[in-house]
């Protein structure tokens, strides 16, 4: 299930962003719930909600990142899957990679694949990362009395963010939700030892015995 989860997500996230950036002009707007929720199009050479780290250095550097970050993700998927960890942390850790290979594959193959459209420069390892998701929940002005941004307007919410970044955050999310649940504190762990051990001493051996230990009253 996490792998057909991964892949189910990472489809639906390049089908959204593949066609808003052929159907739609950058900054250019559709609502979807009135004023509450739009599509909303544009472009971002950072990381999730449109941080960005300066520069061609910087997006090599972000990129690689990302790359890093997938490599040991696939690795420890694996390894949970095999230990059988809690569906729970797989389904996390899925929603998070698909994420990651998500913006990945827009900021190593966009630069390529859309040279030339809608002005977009770029090169390997040089796309930008497409964004789409507005949410601009509430629209306003701070009170005068507040501090520091007393008068000043706001929205909120106000990043603009694709479905990769939905997935990472999901996944972020259950995460420290279950955490106590996923890496149970070592405490437990040690408690959890000596009744395995007796467990196993008192089960029956492949003829039918117990293999419990006789009490000499030593």
Same mark, same amino acid.
């Given at each position: 299930?996490?792998?057909a989860?991964?892949?189910?997500?990472?489809?639906l996230?390049?089908?959204?962003?593949?066609?808003v950036?052929?159907?739609?002009?950058?900054?250019?707007?559709k609502?979807?719930?009135?004023?509450?929720?739009?599509?909303?199009?544009?472009?971002?050479?950072?990381?999730?909600?449109g941080?960005?780290?300066g520069?061609?250095?910087?997006?090599f550097?972000?990129?690689?990142?990302?790359?890093?970050?997938?490599?040991?993700?696939?690795?420890?998927?694996w390894?949970?899957m095999?230990?059988?960890? +809690?569906?729970?942390? *797989?389904?996390s850790?899925?929603?998070?990679? &698909?994420? %990651?290979?998500? !913006?990945?594959? /827009?900021?190593?193959?966009?630069?390529?694949?859309f040279?030339?459209?809608?002005?977009y420069?770029?090169g390997w390892?040089q796309g930008?990362?497409?964004?789409?998701?507005?949410?601009?929940i509430?629209?306003?002005?701070?009170?005068?009395?507040?501090?520091?941004?007393?008068?000043?307007?706001?929205?909120?919410?106000?990043?603009?963010?694709?479905?990769?970044?939905?997935?990472i955050?999901?996944?972020?999310?259950?995460?420290?939700v279950?955490?106590h649940?996923?890496?149970? +504190?070592?405490?437990? *762990?040690q408690?959890?030892?000596?009744?395995? &051990?007796? %467990?196993?001493? !008192?089960?029956? /051996?492949?003829?039918?015995?117990?293999?419990?230990?006789?009490?000499?009253?030593?």
């Amino acid at each position: 299930m996490p792998l057909a989860l991964l892949l189910l997500c990472l489809i639906l996230d390049q089908w959204i962003k593949i066609y808003v950036k052929t159907h739609f002009i950058p900054h250019q707007q559709k609502p979807l719930l009135g004023k509450w929720f739009e599509l909303y199009f544009i472009e971002n050479n950072g990381m999730a909600f449109g941080i960005e780290l300066g520069g061609s250095l910087g997006k090599f550097l972000l990129t690689g990142f990302r790359l890093a970050v997938s490599g040991f993700g696939a690795w420890y998927l694996w390894q949970s899957m095999k230990k059988q960890a +809690p569906m729970g942390l *797989l389904i996390s850790i899925a929603l998070i990679m &698909a994420g %990651a290979i998500g !913006n990945i594959i /827009d900021s190593v193959f966009y630069g390529v694949l859309f040279a030339g459209k809608n002005d977009y420069m770029g090169g390997w390892f040089q796309g930008q990362v497409v964004d789409m998701f507005h949410a601009p929940i509430y629209h306003g002005f701070f009170p005068n009395w507040f501090p520091v941004w007393g008068g000043q307007e706001f929205t909120f919410f106000s990043p603009i963010w694709n479905f990769a970044d939905a997935c990472i955050t999901v996944g972020v999310a259950i995460i420290i939700v279950g955490q106590h649940r996923f890496f149970p +504190p070592r405490k437990e *762990l040690q408690a959890a030892e000596p009744d395995a &051990a007796e %467990a196993l001493q !008192n089960s029956p /051996d492949t003829n039918g015995n117990s293999t419990e230990q006789p009490n000499t009253g030593e």
